[in-house]
């Protein structure tokens, strides 16, 4: 057919054909590593469910030549509003590892964040990008020099922004990792992560340690408040501060009144607390918040373009993705991250234009609708 776009990977046309493909290449343990989230995974399920409540509303006989993807984060710009959220040892799904991501999220000119998990080094990560932003994702621990660390090895390898997780008090309880004794093989470093192996050890290590071990030596700090952590980490740093796990429009008037430079609307993909509504939800309430004062972002259960729309119209400025790189990278490394990236853009260009939208400001909730349990379609 002269006008269909040709198919990228033969096997894999969507973001759910790369599920399938990319777990064949990962032990059951992994796979349920990666899909599991935390208690009986409701809200995991309602993460991806909530995109399909919203319906598209297409607008005819606009101008749709060219359509016009590109927009910035951290005041650098990018190819399209979509980048990389931090996961924890990509080592696991791929033996390249987080390089093999950043190379993905450099060709493609989109942001990546690299997890405090990663089982590469964060100077290395950057070095195997290019010009598109980085950001570093760290987490309040009780040894507070070793966050310190970490965002000073970040800001002078480049890196543009750290996103706070602020949604790790605690760990979730994470059932599956329970039932198959999960833990990440011998040999699996964590560069990034610099402990105290012992109270009385005053000598501070660059460890590569096991998860178990990270667990044991970089407790989370259950006792950090807002007015502990943001003037502290202003006075670390001159790169942008987000904290990702935002979920009330309180906490976004919160980060307002801080200074904060964004936030992400995150849940950690269902991982932390089961029963909090699908992050898409979490955005509608608090987009009309954040709007032209904070930068708003997104996470959780997007698998297609239309999915990326969709967020966009109700208020993201930029939407994150988790899973779907670790599948990415199961199925065929970097090719698989770059082909996941692909796919996903091409869909976004498909949808804005099928919708009418030549830029991505041109998406506004106009383009949705919601159906109604009387069979009636609601405007936003
Ligand atoms: C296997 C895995 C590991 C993760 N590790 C981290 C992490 O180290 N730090 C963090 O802030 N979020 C972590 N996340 C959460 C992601 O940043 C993101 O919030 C989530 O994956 C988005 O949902 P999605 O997977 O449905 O796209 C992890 C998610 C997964 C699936």
Redesign the pocket.
């Known amino acids: 057919m002269a006008n269909r776009q040709p198919d990228l990977d033969p096997k894999v046309l969507t973001i759910a054909d790369l599920l399938v493909e990319g777990q064949k290449n990962v032990t059951l343990a992994s796979k349920e590593?990666?899909n599991g989230g935390a208690g009986e995974m409701i809200t995991v399920r309602d993460?991806e469910d909530a995109y399909n409540r919203y319906k598209l509303r297409p607008r005819v006989l606009r101008d749709v030549d060219g359509v016009d993807m590109t927009t910035s984060i951290f005041g650098v710009q990018v190819a399209a509003p979509l980048g990389f959220?931090?996961?924890?040892a990509h080592k696991l799904a791929h033996p390249d590892g987080e390089l093999a991501t950043s190379r993905a999220a450099a060709k493609n000119n989109i942001p990546m964040c690299l997890?405090?998990?990663a089982s590469m080094g964060l100077e290395e990560v950057k070095a195997a990008g290019g010009s598109n932003p980085h950001a570093m994702?760290i987490t309040f621990v009780r040894d507070l020099e070793a966050t310190k660390e970490q965002i000073s090895r970040a800001e002078r390898a480049g890196y543009h922004a750290i996103f706070v997780?602020v949604d790790l008090p605690i760990l979730g309880k994470r059932l599956n990792e329970s039932r198959n004794n999960f833990s990440f093989p011998a040999g699996l470093e964590f560069p990034n992560i610099r402990c105290r192996p012992t109270e009385s050890d005053t000598n501070v290590h660059l460890y590569s340690i096991s998860f178990c071990e990270i667990g044991r030596l970089t407790s989370l700090d259950p006792s950090i408040t807002w007015e502990k952590a943001i003037p502290w980490l202003r006075a670390q740093t001159k790169m942008e501060i987000w904290l990702?796990g935002i979920y009330t429009p309180e906490d976004v008037a919160m980060a307002i009144s801080h200074g904060l430079d964004g936030i992400i609307i995150?849940n950690?993909?269902g991982?932390q607390l089961d029963g909090v509504p699908a992050t898409l939800d979490a955005l509608r309430d608090c987009a009309p918040v954040a709007e032209g004062k904070i930068a708003i972002a997104i996470?959780?259960?997007?698998r297609r373009g239309a999915d990326l729309f969709k967020a966009i119209a109700l208020g993201a400025q930029f939407c994150f993705?988790?899973?779907?790189v670790?599948w990415g990278l199961a199925y065929n490394g970097e090719k698989g991250v770059d082909l996941a990236v692909k796919i996903l853009l091409d869909e976004l260009r498909q949808t804005m234009m099928l919708c009418g939208c030549h830029s991505i400001r041109d998406i506004t909730k106009g383009h949705l609708s919601v159906l109604q349990s009387n069979g009636r379609l609601s405007k936003l």
Do not use: C, E, L, T
Request: aromatic share 12%; proline share 4%; hydrophobic share 25%.
């Open positions: 590593y990666f993460n959220a931090p996961s924890a997890s405090s998990y994702q997780s990702k995150s950690h993909g991982r996470d959780g259960g997007i993705i988790g899973r779907v670790i």
